[in-house]
T-cell receptor, first 113, second 114 residues
Framework: ETGVTQSPTHLIKTRGQQVTLRCSSQSGHNTVSWYQQALGQGPQFIFQYYREEENGRGNFPPRFSGLQFPNYSSELNVNALELDDSALYLC????????????FGQGTRLTVV | GDSVTQMEGPVTLSEEAFLTINCTYTATGYPSLFWYVQYPGEGLQLLLKATKADDKGSNKGFEATYRKETTSFHLEKGSVQVSDSAVYFCALRSDQGGSEKLVFGKGTKLTVNP
């Protein structure tokens, strides 16, 4: 059974650019959630995907968007990057079953300069 | 909306000392409660959980009891080790808006010295 994997682990982008982060969910899981963790803060919920549909969104602007694929892997896209987007982005997968545990990947560290 | 407040750090202890990290929450209904741990450069690992009032979650010597009357879920360990040095996050699971999202506290950094 493979765990949640995210890629890349680190990247540096310039303000105004666009970025795509990827997440492979744990085997058997059909739900993916994305979180942003700023330095020294707790993770903040961005959105969740279930069966390829967005299923809830946190307080993030529309330039944060996502996709979920038929194999339940997922992408997080951020357009028009801002300096404040610098953070650790965490992906969590779970089985949609009313209370199932979420398993986190190691995260992608994004630095916007 | 739902929120979690946890004790601000950093916390520095000597090995074998007693640990308490306070956590209180605000939520509608009766959420499930969690403690996650984050080691340097890594993602989050679930440490323990409790799904209803008076439940006690435990793992690796850590314990926390779901107290509905005080809306608290304090983390305790009787004797910490150097390997326990990490950041600890208290969280609740919120079902608002149709998604099952986790709401986290700001985290408490623990350093255990030999």
């Amino acid at each position: 059974e493979t765990g949640v994997t995210q890629s890349p682990t680190h990247l540096i982008k310039t303000r105004g650019q666009q970025v795509t982060l990827r997440c492979s969910s744990q085997s058997g899981h059909n739900t993916v959630s994305w979180y942003q963790q700023a330095l020294g803060q707790g993770p903040q919920f961005i959105f969740q995907y279930y069966r390829e549909e967005e299923n809830g969104r946190g307080n993030f602007p529309p330039r944060f968007s996502g996709l979920q694929f038929p194999n339940y892997s997922s992408e997080l896209n951020v357009n028009a990057l801002e300096l404040d987007d610098s953070a650790l982005y965490l992906c969590a997968s779970s089985l949609w079953a009313g209370g199932a545990e979420a398993f986190f990947g190691q995260g992608t560290r994004l630095t916007v300069v | 909306g739902d929120s979690v407040t946890q004790m601000e750090g950093p916390v520095t202890l000597s090995e074998e000392a007693f640990l308490t990290i306070n956590c209180t929450y605000t939520a509608t209904g009766y959420p499930s409660l969690f403690w996650y741990v984050q080691y340097p450069g890594e993602g989050l690992q679930l440490l323990l959980k409790a799904t209803k009032a008076d439940d006690k979650g435990s793992n690796k010597g850590f314990e926390a009891t779901y107290r509905k009357e005080t809306t608290s879920f304090h983390l305790e360990k009787g004797s910490v080790q150097v390997s326990d040095s990490a950041v600890y996050f208290c969280a609740l699971r919120s079902d608002q808006g149709g998604s099952e999202k986790l709401v986290f506290g700001k985290g408490t950094k623990l350093t255990v010295n030999p």
